[in-house]
C-alpha cells in the first residue's frame, strides 16, 4: 500500500508540474484579460473538483442513511437505479433536447445522469459499513479546502479584470460560497456534536444541504435577472489549447485530491479503530475473544 | 435461563456498547424469561444503566442484538414502560395533566386510567400542584405511573429507589410485586438489593460491562452486599 | 394517521398551555424584538432615500433574530428531566411531535413579526408602493422556511456541546434561498418595482422540500443518543 502511495505521490508531483508548464508558458495569452486569465487554470479546476467531491459526500450520506434500515436500502436502489433508467431515456426525447442549453449534446448529459446510480453502486460495493462515513467526512473535508481554493482565486481574479472584488449576482461564486458555509456547517456539526449517532445526523445534514444546492442556484438567478449586474465577461468559444490545458489541469488536482483523501481516509480508519481497540481493551473471557477481532481494517491483522 | 427458547421474553446476545474510547458494555449476553422479575446489582459504572437503556431501545448497541418479544426493543415500543432517576415528567403541569398528555401518546382515550395508576402508586389524581413541586418520593411515584400507563408487558426501572422516602419506596415494591404477580416481566436496576429480596425472582450481577453472576437471592459467593 | 394527527394536536395544545402559564419565554421575547427593532432604527437612518429598499432586509434580519432566540428554547423543557427519552421510548411517531413544535415555533414567531412589523412601518413611514397582500404569503412562507428547519436543527443540536450557537450555525447556510427570496420578494413589494410572484413561489418550494425533508428524517434525529 504504502509504496503504491509513494509512486502515485510522485506521478501525481510530476502531472502537477506539467500542468503548471502548460498553465504558464504554453497556453496562449487571452485577448481581453492578458496574462491574468491563467489563474483560471487552479480556479476552474479546483471548482469541478470540489463539486465532484461534494458529490460523492452527498451519495455517501444517502447510502448511510439508506443501511440504517434493510428495506430502506432497498427502496433507495431502486429509486437510483430509475434515475439513471429515466434520465437517459430523457435525454433522448426531443422535448427535453430543446430544453438544454445550446451545445449541450444529449450524450454527455445521459453520461452525466449515469453517474449517479453507478458512484452510488460502485461506492456502495467499495465501501461497506462504517466505512461509508468515513468516506463521507473525507470527502467533505477535501472539497472544502478545494471550495476555498476557488474562493480565494475567484475574487483574486474578478479585481484586476473587472474591477470588483465580488458581484453578489455572480451565480456562480455565490452558489459556491453557500456550499462552502454549508460544508463547514457540516464540518463543524461533526466536530461539536457528542452523540453516539452523530455520523447519521451529519449525513442528515449532508442530504438537507445538497437539497438546497438548486434552490441556492435559482434564487439568485433569479435574482439576478431583476437586478442589473456589472457585466462579467466570459462570453465566446475557448481557444482548443486552453481547454486543453483545463482539462491537464483538471486530471492533475483529480489525481491530488485522490491522493490527499486516501490518506485523510487512512487517518480517519486507524483513529476509529484505535478508538475501538482502546474501548475494548479489557475483554478477555469465552466468547468474547472473537468480539475483538476490529471490523474496519484488513491491514489490521 | 430456561430450556425453553419460547418463554425466553429477551434475548441479549453479544452485546458491546462503545461510548468514543469507553466500553460501557463488553459482550453481554443472556436469557431473560418472562413473567419474571429481575434485580440488576453492580457498583457504579458496571453497565446497569446502559444495559436497561439498550433492553428500552434508548442505546443503540455497537455490536450484538438484542430481542424483545421476537422483535428489536425499538418495535416493541407499545410492551415497554421505562422509568429513570429523571421523572421524564413537566415539572410545570400537575401529575394529572401529564399523565393525560402521555395517555394522548399511547392512544388511551379518557382520564379513568390516568386516575387509576395514580392512585395505584398511592398518590391523589385531584392534586393540582406541578410536579416540578413534589417531594422525591412523590415525583418517583408519579413516573411510576407514568411508566405503568399504558399496560406494559415489560417494565424497565433505573434506580427506582435512590433517594426516596422509606414510605414510597415500600409502596412501590408492592405494586411491582403486584404487577410481576398478574405477569409482568420487571428489571429494576438498584443499589438497594434487600430491598427486594424475597420479591425478585433473580438477582443479576454485573461488573465492568458484563454479567458476573445470577442469583436468587441478593448475596453472592463470597461476597458481602 | 389517527395517532399522528392526536399526537400532534395534543402536543401543540400542551406546549401552549405550559407557555401561556409561564408567559416566560413570550415576555422576555416581546421585549427582545422591541430592542431589536430600536437598534435597527437607531443603525440606519429611517430619513434615508434609499431606506424603503433596505427595510426589506432590516425586517427580516430582524425577524431572524427573534427567530433564532426562539428556536434554541424549542426543546428546553424536553430536556428538563429527560422527558425527551419518555418519547423516544412511546410509539408516537416522532414526527407527530416535530411538526407540533414547529407550529408551535411557527405561531410564536409569527406573533413576534405581528409586533415588529408595525414598529417598522411607523418608525420607517413605509407606504407599500407594490401589491401589499402579497405581503401575507410572503411572509408566512417565509417564517415557515425558517421555523422548520430551525425546529429540526435545534433537535440535532441537542447533544451538541455549544448548542445554543450550533443552531444559527446549522440554520443560516440552509436557510440563503429562503431569506433571498423573503428579502428580495419584500423588497420588490415595498418598492413596487419588481413582481414578487417568483419569490413567492421559491418560496413554496422551500418549504414543500424542506417540511417533507424534516419530517422523513426526524424519526432518525429523536433517536440519536
Keep these: ?301 | 435461563m430456561t430450556e425453553n427458547p419460547a418463554q425466553s421474553a429477551i434475548i441479549v446476545s453479544g452485546v458491546v456498547k462503545q461510548f468514543g474510547r469507553f466500553a460501557a458494555l463488553r459482550g453481554v449476553s443472556a436469557e431473560f424469561d418472562a413473567g419474571k422479575f429481575h434485580a440488576i446489582l453492580g457498583d457504579n459504572g458496571a453497565g446497569k444503566t446502559t444495559l436497561l437503556r439498550a433492553l428500552a431501545g434508548l442505546a443503540h448497541p455497537t455490536q450484538g442484538t438484542i430481542r424483545m418479544f421476537g422483535q428489536d426493543p425499538q418495535d416493541s415500543s407499545r410492551e415497554i414502560g421505562y422509568m429513570a432517576h429523571p421523572s421524564l415528567l413537566y415539572d410545570e403541569m400537575s401529575g394529572m395533566e401529564n399523565l393525560r398528555y402521555f395517555a394522548r401518546l399511547y392512544e388511551i382515550a379518557g382520564d379513568e386510567r390516568c386516575a387509576e395508576v395514580i392512585r395505584a402508586v398511592g398518590l391523589d389524581p385531584q392534586l393540582t400542584r406541578p410536579v416540578g413541586q413534589y417531594s422525591q418520593g412523590m415525583r418517583q411515584r408519579m413516573s411510576l405511573a407514568r411508566a405503568i400507563l399504558h399496560h406494559p408487558k415489560l417494565l424497565l426501572l433505573d434506580e427506582p429507589f435512590s433517594n426516596v422516602d422509606v414510605h414510597s419506596a415500600r409502596e412501590m415494591v408492592i405494586l411491582l410485586k403486584n404487577m410481576r404477580g398478574s405477569g409482568k416481566t420487571i428489571f429494576v436496576v438498584t443499589h438497594q438489593a434487600l430491598l427486594l429480596d424475597g420479591v425478585a425472582d433473580e438477582f443479576v450481577w454485573m461488573q465492568e460491562g458484563r454479567i458476573v453472576d445470577r442469583t436468587a437471592a441478593p448475596v453472592r459467593a463470597g461476597e458481602a452486599l | 394517521m389517527n395517532s399522528f394527527w392526536a399526537v400532534t394536536t395534543a402536543t401543540l395544545v400542551k406546549d401552549i398551555r405550559l407557555e401561556w402559564r409561564s408567559k416566560d419565554a413570550l415576555n422576555s421575547m416581546l421585549f427582545f424584538s422591541l430592542l431589536v427593532v430600536v437598534i435597527f432604527v437607531f443603525s440606519f437612518d429611517p430619513l434615508a432615500e434609499e431606506s424603503r429598499h433596505i427595510v426589506g432586509g432590516l425586517v427580516w434580519i430582524a425577524f431572524l433574530f427573534a427567530a433564532v432566540v426562539a428556536l434554541n428554547q424549542t426543546w428546553a423543557r424536553e430536556l428538563r428531566n429527560q422527558v425527551l427519552d419518555a418519547y423516544r421510548v412511546s410509539p408516537a411517531p416522532a414526527n407527530g411531535l416535530f411538526l407540533a413544535k414547529t407550529l408551535g415555533n411557527f405561531i410564536f414567531v409569527c406573533v413576534l413579526e405581528a409586533l415588529m412589523a408595525p414598529l417598522f412601518v411607523i418608525f420607517y413611514n413605509l407606504h407599500v408602493l407594490g401589491p401589499a397582500w402579497q405581503l401575507v404569503p410572503i411572509a408566512l412562507l417565509g417564517t415557515w422556511a425558517l421555523v422548520v428547519n430551525g425546529t429540526f436543527f435545534a433537535a440535532m443540536s441537542l447533544r451538541t456541546r455549544n448548542r445554543e450557537i450550533m443552531l444559527p450555525l446549522l440554520l443560516f447556510p440552509v436557510s440563503i434561498p429562503a431569506v433571498i427570496g423573503m428579502v428580495a420578494g419584500t423588497t420588490a413589494i415595498l418598492t413596487g418595482e419588481n413582481s414578487a410572484h417568483f419569490y413567492i413561489v421559491l418560496l413554496l418550494t422551500y418549504d414543500v422540500v424542506f417540511t417533507t425533508a424534516s419530517l422523513a428524517l426526524f424519526k432518525t434525529i429523536l433517536h440519536a443518543e
Excluded at chain 1, 66 to 92: E, P, Y
Excluded at chain 1, 154 to 168: D, H, K, T
Design chain 1, 1 to 301: 500500500m504504502k509504496k503504491l502511495f509513494l509512486i502515485l505521490a510522485g506521478l501525481t508531483a510530476l502531472f502537477l508540474a506539467y500542468a503548471t508548464y502548460l498553465a504558464l508558458k504554453v497556453a496562449p495569452t487571452d485577448a481581453l484579460q492578458g496574462d491574468v486569465y491563467r489563474i483560471i487554470y487552479y480556479h476552474v479546476p479546483s471548482a469541478w473538483t470540489a463539486f465532484l467531491l461534494f458529490f460523492i459526500n452527498f451519495i455517501a450520506s444517502v447510502q448511510y442513511l439508506a443501511r440504517t434500515k434493510a428495506s430502506l436500502q432497498k427502496a433507495v436502489q431502486w429509486f437510483v437505479i430509475g434515475i439513471g433508467v429515466v434520465g437517459v431515456i430523457a435525454t433522448f426525447l426531443p422535448q427535453v433536447q430543446a430544453l438544454l442549453p445550446t451545445g449541450m449534446r444529449p450524450s454527455a448529459v445521459a453520461t452525466t445522469v449515469l453517474a449517479i446510480p453507478a458512484f452510488y453502486f460502485l461506492l456502495g460495493w467499495k465501501f461497506p459499513g462504517d466505512r461509508m462515513d468515513m468516506l463521507a467526512l473525507t470527502a467533505a473535508e477535501v472539497g472544502v479546502v478545494f471550495c476555498t481554493i476557488v474562493l480565494v482565486t475567484g475574487p483574486i481574479w474578478a479585481r484586476p479584470v473587472w474591477g470588483i472584488w465580488w458581484a453578489p449576482g455572480d451565480i456562480r461564486l455565490t452558489s459556491t460560497l453557500v456550499l462552502w458555509l454549508i460544508y463547514v456547517s457540516y464540518l463543524v456539526l461533526r466536530r461539536f456534536s457528542s452523540s453516539a449517532q452523530t455520523q447519521i445526523i451529519a449525513a442528515a445534514l449532508a442530504v438537507f444541504g445538497a437539497l438546497d444546492v438548486p434552490l441556492v442556484y435559482f434564487s439568485i438567478w433569479f435574482f439576478r435577472t431583476q437586478h442589473p449586474q456589472p457585466v462579467i465577461g466570459g462570453g465566446g468559444s475557448m481557444d482548443p489549447r486552453m481547454l486543453h490545458t483545463l482539462l491537464i489541469s483538471w486530471m492533475a488536482f483529480l489525481c491530488f485530491a485522490f491522493l490527499i483523501c486516501w490518506s485523510r481516509f487512512r487517518l480517519e480508519l486507524l483513529k476509529r479503530e484505535a478508538e475501538q481497540a482502546e474501548a475494548m481493551e479489557s475483554l478477555v473471557g469465552a466468547g468474547t475473544a472473537a468480539k475483538a477481532s476490529l471490523p474496519l481494517s484488513r491491514s489490521a491483522r
